[in-house]
Nanobody
Framework: QVQLVESGGGLVQAGGSLRLSCAVSGRTFSAYLMGWFRQAPGKEREFAAAASQNGISTSYADSVKGRFTISRDKAKNTLYLQMNSLKPEDTAVYYC????????????????????WGQGTQVTVSS
């Protein structure tokens, strides 16, 4: 009964920035482990970033560390992914995901841990 709706994707030049949003409804937002995953053309879905229930603990894939920032706004029931210094290899469909409980032992990296997924939003970075 959890619904996730992503927005904010689009076309941007290399070196530019985008901020993705994921609006969450159906259950208590603060009770969810939240994550962002992405799938590039011809590749498997891969982990990008995750945030614990309280939003204080975060984890990032090595490929995005230092460029992407995940955050969550309890008042708006919204998860964000701020993406800076974008590269063409960041081009992918980005998916928001939610787990009913926080399981931080795996740092939110395992897609199998997440029960709910958004429809995805396309991010295209041109060179």
């Amino acid at each position: 009964q959890v619904q996730l709706v992503e927005s904010g994707g689009g076309l941007v030049q290399a070196g530019g920035s985008l901020r993705l949003s994921c609006a969450v409804s159906g259950r208590t937002f603060s009770a969810y482990l939240m994550g962002w995953f992405r799938q590039a053309p011809g590749k498997e879905r891969e982990f990008a970033a995750a945030a614990s229930q309280n939003g204080i603990s975060t984890s990032y894939a090595d490929s995005v560390k230092g460029r992407f920032t995940i955050s969550r706004d309890k008042a708006k029931n919204t998860l964000y992914l701020q993406m800076n210094s974008l590269k063409p290899e960041d081009t992918a469909v980005y998916y928001c995901a939610a787990a009913p409980r926080d399981s931080w032992s795996g740092y939110g990296r395992n897609a199998a841990h997440y029960d709910y997924w958004g429809q995805g939003t396309q991010v295209t970075v041109s060179s």
